[in-house]
C-alpha cells in the first residue's frame, strides 16, 4: 500500500558500505514504491574499474548518471514512486537526480571511516573493493546544507534508520 507524502521519491544515498541497498529495498517494500538499484545502471566498464581498485572516470561517472536521470524521469512521467540507492558524491550529479526525480527526499546514510570499512571487510560478493573507500570518501561533497535532504547516522540499527525515514515521509 503507498503512503501518503509530500515527496513522491527517496534517493539513499552514502559511499559504498553505508546500507543504501539494503535500506532503499526495505524502505521500497514496505512503501509499495519502485525500488532502483544503483549498481544495476553502472557499465561493465566502469564495474571493472571500481573492481580493480579504479575510481570511475569522469565520464563514465556522468553516463552513469544520466541513465539513472532518463529512468527517473520516465517514473515521474508515470507518476511512479520510486526509491533508488545511489552514492550521491558529487553535489551537481545530486542536482540532476534532484531535477530527474518526482518531489526527492535524499537519505544520507553516513558513517565513520571505520564503521564503513568494517562493513565493507564483511561483504561478499561485490564488485566494489574495501580500498575504494577512502577514494570515494575524498570525493563526497557532503549535502549538509541542502534543504531536501536527511542526514542519518548509520550506527544506528536499521529498524531505527527506517523509521526516521517513515516518520520524515509523515511529517
Known sequence: MQQQTCYQSLVLMGV???G??????????QLGWECLEGDDFHS???KQMMAAGQPLAAELRQQWVERL???LKQ???????????YSGLIKTQREQIRAASWAPLFVYLKGSA????????ERKNH???ESMLASQLATMQEPLAEADVLVLDISQSTGQLLQQVLDKLKG
Do not use: D, I, N
Open 16 to 18: 559504498a558500505g553505508s
Open 20 to 29: 543504501k541497498s539494503t535500506m532503499a529495498r526495505l524502505l521500497a517494500e
Open 44 to 46: 561493465e566498464q566502469g
Open 69 to 71: 536521470c532518463s529512468t
Open 75 to 85: 517514473h515521474q512521467q508515470q507518476q511512479q514512486h520510486t526509491v533508488l540507492s
Open 114 to 121: 571505520e564503521l564503513l570499512s568494517q562493513r565493507l571487510a
Open 127 to 129: 564488485f566494489m573493493p
